[in-house]
Nanobody, 122 residues
Framework: QVQLVESGGGLVQAGGSLSLSCTAA????????MGWLRQAPGKEREFVSG????????IYAASVKGRFTISRDNAKNTVSLQMNTLKSEDTAVYYC???????????????WGQGTQVTVSS
């Protein structure tokens, strides 16, 4: 099992940027595809972005494509999410999680961290 800890959230104005980081412990993330997911108040968790085990492939939700970039460093056991041109609708708790294969299905993800809050003021 992998323990995941997210960091880097905060309060930012619309149009600004934030960089989230996810640090893993207990097992190497090389064995997993990784993803970022989010949950806004009163809404269900939704997929944001995923990256393959090697980092060669990445997928994004339509709502963030072109604004967010996912990356991973298997040697450091970390996954990052660079978020640019943030909008108020990006406000949510952001989670990283593992998956056996690259997927945009929330239910495919496991080992969720506790999340980091991102608040975008308009």
């Amino acid at each position: 099992q992998v323990q995941l800890v997210e960091s880097g959230g905060g309060l930012v104005q619309a149009g600004g940027s934030l960089s989230l980081s996810c640090t893993a412990a207990g097992r190497s993330i090389r064995d997993y595809s990784m993803g970022w997911l989010r949950q806004a108040p009163g809404k269900e968790r939704e997929f944001v972005s995923g990256i393959s085990m090697s980092g060669a492939y990445a997928i994004y939700a339509a709502s963030v494509k072109g604004r967010f970039t996912i990356s991973r460093d298997n040697a450091k056991n970390t996954v990052s999410l660079q978020m640019n041109t943030l909008k108020s609708e990006d406000t949510a708790v952001y989670y990283c999680a593992t998956a056996p294969a690259l997927s945009d299905d929330v239910d495919a993800y496991n080992d969720w961290g506790q999340g980091t809050q991102v608040t975008v003021s308009s």
